[in-house]
Protein backbone atom coordinates (compact mmCIF):
# COMPACT_ATOMS: atom_id res chain seq x y z
CA UNK A 1 0.00 0.00 0.00
CA UNK A 2 0.94 3.73 0.35
CA UNK A 3 -0.30 5.31 3.11
CA UNK A 4 2.41 7.99 3.87
CA UNK A 5 4.24 10.31 1.26
CA UNK A 6 6.82 13.32 0.88
CA UNK A 7 6.53 16.09 -1.26
CA UNK A 8 9.04 18.78 -0.39
CA UNK A 9 9.88 20.18 -4.37
CA UNK A 10 9.02 23.69 -4.59
CA UNK A 11 5.51 24.29 -6.98
CA UNK A 12 8.33 26.29 -9.64
CA UNK A 13 9.97 22.68 -9.86
CA UNK A 14 6.53 20.92 -10.37
CA UNK A 15 5.29 23.68 -12.92
CA UNK A 16 8.53 23.29 -14.89
CA UNK A 17 8.30 19.28 -14.68
CA UNK A 18 4.75 18.75 -15.47
CA UNK A 19 4.01 22.06 -17.72
CA UNK A 20 1.54 23.35 -15.10
CA UNK A 21 -0.74 26.40 -16.39
CA UNK A 22 -1.90 27.50 -12.92
CA UNK A 23 -0.14 28.62 -9.72
CA UNK A 24 -1.44 26.70 -6.36
CA UNK A 25 0.99 27.47 -2.92
CA UNK A 26 2.69 24.85 -1.24
CA UNK A 27 4.50 24.63 1.82
CA UNK A 28 7.28 21.17 1.60
CA UNK A 29 5.77 17.95 3.46
CA UNK A 30 7.77 15.26 5.03
CA UNK A 31 5.15 13.26 6.61
CA UNK A 32 1.38 13.47 3.87
CA UNK A 33 -0.96 11.30 5.55
CA UNK A 34 -4.44 10.12 4.35
CA UNK A 35 -7.56 12.19 4.89
CA UNK A 36 -5.20 15.63 4.43
CA UNK A 37 -5.22 17.85 1.15
CA UNK A 38 -2.39 16.22 -1.40
CA UNK A 39 -1.38 18.18 -4.72
CA UNK A 40 -2.89 16.36 -7.61
CA UNK A 41 -1.93 16.95 -11.45
CA UNK A 42 -4.56 16.57 -13.81
CA UNK A 43 -5.55 17.65 -17.40
CA UNK A 44 -7.46 20.29 -17.51
CA UNK A 45 -10.44 20.81 -20.20
CA UNK A 46 -9.34 24.03 -21.65
CA UNK A 47 -5.77 22.61 -22.15
CA UNK A 48 -2.59 22.18 -20.52
CA UNK A 49 -2.52 20.83 -17.10
CA UNK A 50 -2.75 21.93 -13.66
CA UNK A 51 -2.65 21.01 -9.93
CA UNK A 52 -5.30 20.88 -7.31
CA UNK A 53 -5.53 20.09 -4.21
CA UNK A 54 -7.46 16.89 -3.14
CA UNK A 55 -8.66 14.88 -0.36
CA UNK A 56 -6.70 12.03 0.05
CA UNK A 57 -8.80 9.34 0.12
CA UNK A 58 -11.62 8.86 -2.54
CA UNK A 59 -14.81 9.37 -2.07
CA UNK A 60 -17.45 8.14 -5.16
CA UNK A 61 -20.10 10.63 -6.49
CA UNK A 62 -22.59 7.81 -5.02
CA UNK A 63 -21.27 7.95 -1.80
CA UNK A 64 -23.08 8.85 1.28
CA UNK A 65 -20.59 9.81 4.02
CA UNK A 66 -17.19 11.84 3.13
CA UNK A 67 -15.90 8.95 5.46
CA UNK A 68 -16.15 6.00 3.11
CA UNK A 69 -12.59 7.62 1.64
CA UNK A 70 -10.70 6.36 4.64
CA UNK A 71 -10.93 2.76 3.05
CA UNK A 72 -9.93 4.00 -0.04
CA UNK A 73 -6.70 5.53 -0.04
CA UNK A 74 -5.15 3.22 -2.06
CA UNK A 75 -6.86 1.76 -5.45
CA UNK A 76 -5.46 -1.82 -6.25
CA UNK A 77 -4.50 -1.90 -10.23
CA UNK A 78 -6.24 -5.47 -10.26
CA UNK A 79 -10.05 -3.60 -9.10
CA UNK A 80 -9.47 -0.48 -11.51
CA UNK A 81 -12.39 -2.21 -13.58
CA UNK A 82 -14.10 -4.40 -11.58
CA UNK A 83 -14.81 -2.22 -8.42
CA UNK A 84 -17.85 0.13 -8.76
CA UNK A 85 -15.64 3.01 -6.59
CA UNK A 86 -13.24 3.11 -8.76
CA UNK A 87 -14.37 2.15 -12.28
CA UNK A 88 -15.95 5.33 -13.48
CA UNK A 89 -12.76 7.43 -12.34
CA UNK A 90 -10.67 5.02 -14.07
CA UNK A 91 -12.26 5.42 -16.63
CA UNK A 92 -12.31 9.31 -16.99
CA UNK A 93 -10.61 11.21 -14.15
CA UNK A 94 -6.93 9.75 -13.85
CA UNK A 95 -4.08 11.72 -11.93
CA UNK A 96 -0.70 12.05 -11.08
CA UNK A 97 0.28 12.38 -7.57
CA UNK A 98 3.74 13.78 -7.09
CA UNK A 99 5.90 12.39 -4.49
CA UNK A 100 10.04 12.81 -3.37
CA UNK A 101 9.30 9.58 -2.04
CA UNK A 102 7.22 7.53 -0.19
CA UNK A 103 6.90 5.67 3.63
CA UNK A 104 6.66 1.76 4.36
CA UNK A 105 6.58 -0.22 7.11
CA UNK A 106 8.60 -3.68 7.17
CA UNK A 107 7.17 -6.45 9.63
CA UNK A 108 9.40 -7.89 12.21
CA UNK A 109 8.98 -10.41 15.32
CA UNK A 110 6.19 -9.72 16.95
CA UNK A 111 4.55 -6.09 16.71
CA UNK A 112 7.55 -4.63 15.88
CA UNK A 113 7.69 -2.69 12.75
CA UNK A 114 10.94 -0.95 11.00
CA UNK A 115 10.09 2.13 8.85
CA UNK A 116 11.64 2.62 5.26
CA UNK A 117 11.85 5.56 3.57
CA UNK A 118 11.34 4.65 -0.42
CA UNK A 119 13.08 7.24 -2.40
CA UNK A 120 14.33 8.17 -6.25
CA UNK A 121 18.13 7.01 -6.37
CA UNK A 122 18.99 10.38 -8.21
CA UNK A 123 16.85 12.81 -6.42
CA UNK A 124 13.69 14.29 -8.63
CA UNK A 125 10.06 12.89 -7.98
CA UNK A 126 7.93 10.19 -8.19
CA UNK A 127 4.67 10.11 -10.14
CA UNK A 128 2.01 7.93 -9.00
CA UNK A 129 -0.54 7.13 -11.03
CA UNK A 130 -3.81 8.51 -9.20
CA UNK A 131 -7.59 8.76 -9.64
CA UNK A 132 -9.91 11.45 -8.66
CA UNK A 133 -13.43 12.31 -8.09
CA UNK A 134 -15.96 14.65 -7.53
CA UNK A 135 -18.49 14.18 -4.14
CA UNK A 136 -21.22 16.76 -3.76
CA UNK A 137 -22.34 17.23 0.00
CA UNK A 138 -26.05 17.07 0.57
CA UNK A 139 -25.97 19.30 3.58
CA UNK A 140 -23.73 22.11 2.55
CA UNK A 141 -23.94 22.13 -1.41
CA UNK A 142 -20.25 22.03 -1.40
CA UNK A 143 -17.97 19.49 -3.35
CA UNK A 144 -15.22 17.72 -1.95
CA UNK A 145 -12.12 16.61 -4.58
CA UNK A 146 -10.73 13.47 -3.69
CA UNK A 147 -8.03 11.28 -4.76
CA UNK A 148 -6.97 7.56 -4.45
CA UNK A 149 -3.25 6.37 -5.21
CA UNK A 150 -2.91 3.17 -7.49
CA UNK A 151 -0.81 0.46 -5.88
CA UNK A 152 0.60 -2.95 -7.99
CA UNK A 153 3.15 -5.60 -7.06
CA UNK A 154 5.91 -4.61 -5.48
CA UNK A 155 9.47 -4.81 -7.24
CA UNK A 156 12.47 -6.70 -5.61
CA UNK A 157 13.60 -3.69 -3.67
CA UNK A 158 10.12 -2.95 -2.27
CA UNK A 159 9.06 -7.06 -1.55
CA UNK A 160 10.70 -7.52 1.23
CA UNK A 161 9.10 -4.39 3.07
CA UNK A 162 5.58 -4.55 1.70
CA UNK A 163 3.53 -6.67 -0.53
CA UNK A 164 2.20 -3.73 -2.64
CA UNK A 165 4.15 -0.61 -3.94
CA UNK A 166 2.41 2.59 -5.39
CA UNK A 167 2.20 2.43 -9.11
CA UNK A 168 4.85 4.91 -10.83
CA UNK A 169 4.64 6.49 -14.21
CA UNK A 170 7.54 7.69 -15.89
CA UNK A 171 7.46 11.22 -17.76
CA UNK A 172 6.57 9.06 -21.09
CA UNK A 173 3.79 7.57 -19.96
CA UNK A 174 1.65 10.67 -18.59
CA UNK A 175 0.14 11.92 -22.27
CA UNK A 176 -1.75 8.41 -22.11
CA UNK A 177 -2.47 7.95 -18.36
CA UNK A 178 -4.34 11.74 -18.50
CA UNK A 179 -6.11 11.13 -21.66
CA UNK A 180 -4.17 13.38 -23.51
CA UNK A 181 -3.45 10.45 -26.02
CA UNK A 182 -5.81 7.74 -26.94
CA UNK A 183 -5.50 4.56 -24.80
CA UNK A 184 -7.41 1.35 -24.42
CA UNK A 185 -8.29 0.11 -20.59
CA UNK A 186 -5.47 -2.56 -21.27
CA UNK A 187 -3.09 -0.16 -22.67
CA UNK A 188 -3.45 1.83 -19.57
CA UNK A 189 -3.32 -0.78 -17.08
CA UNK A 190 -0.27 -2.36 -18.59
CA UNK A 191 1.63 1.26 -17.76
CA UNK A 192 0.88 -0.16 -13.79
CA UNK A 193 3.63 -1.99 -13.65
CA UNK A 194 6.59 -2.35 -10.54
CA UNK A 195 9.23 0.64 -10.65
CA UNK A 196 13.01 -0.28 -12.22
CA UNK A 197 14.67 -1.13 -8.76
CA UNK A 198 17.61 0.49 -10.31
CA UNK A 199 16.19 4.22 -9.90
CA UNK A 200 15.44 3.42 -6.22
CA UNK A 201 16.51 3.40 -2.73
CA UNK A 202 14.99 2.19 0.47
CA UNK A 203 16.64 3.65 3.94
CA UNK A 204 15.96 2.46 7.07
CA UNK A 205 14.61 5.33 9.08
CA UNK A 206 13.52 6.53 12.93
CA UNK A 207 10.18 5.64 14.10
CA UNK A 208 9.00 9.13 14.54
CA UNK A 209 7.48 9.02 11.00
CA UNK A 210 4.36 7.11 12.72
CA UNK A 211 3.26 10.01 13.87
CA UNK A 212 1.48 12.45 11.79
CA UNK A 213 2.53 15.30 13.76
CA UNK A 214 6.03 14.87 13.15
CA UNK A 215 7.41 16.99 10.01
CA UNK A 216 10.39 18.01 8.79
CA UNK A 217 13.80 16.44 7.04
CA UNK A 218 14.74 14.68 10.28
CA UNK A 219 12.42 11.79 9.50
CA UNK A 220 14.35 11.07 6.32
CA UNK A 221 17.81 10.46 8.43
CA UNK A 222 18.67 7.21 8.28
CA UNK A 223 19.37 4.84 10.77
CA UNK A 224 20.66 1.09 11.20
CA UNK A 225 17.90 -1.47 10.76
CA UNK A 226 18.89 -3.17 14.34
CA UNK A 227 18.99 0.24 16.41
CA UNK A 228 15.71 1.32 15.15
CA UNK A 229 14.08 -1.81 15.94
CA UNK A 230 15.65 -1.62 19.34
CA UNK A 231 13.95 1.39 19.87
CA UNK A 232 10.46 0.05 18.88
CA UNK A 233 11.04 -2.27 21.93
Known amino acids: MCGRFILKTPFSELVRLYNLTNSVNLAPRYNVAPTQDVAVVRSSPTGGRTLALMHWGLVP ?3 KDLKVGVR ?5 DDTLVSKPAFREAFEARRCLVPADGFYEWKKLDGKRKQPYAILPRDGGVFSFAGLWEH ?3 KASGGTVLSCTIITTSPNTLCAPIHDRMPAILPPEAWGRWLGEERASSAEL ?3 LEPYPVDAMIALPIGSRVGNVENEGPELLEPVSEDASARRLL
Not at 72 to 76: D, E, F, K, P, V
Open 72 to 76: MINAR
Open 135 to 137: WRD
Open 189 to 191: QAL
Open 61 to 63: WWA
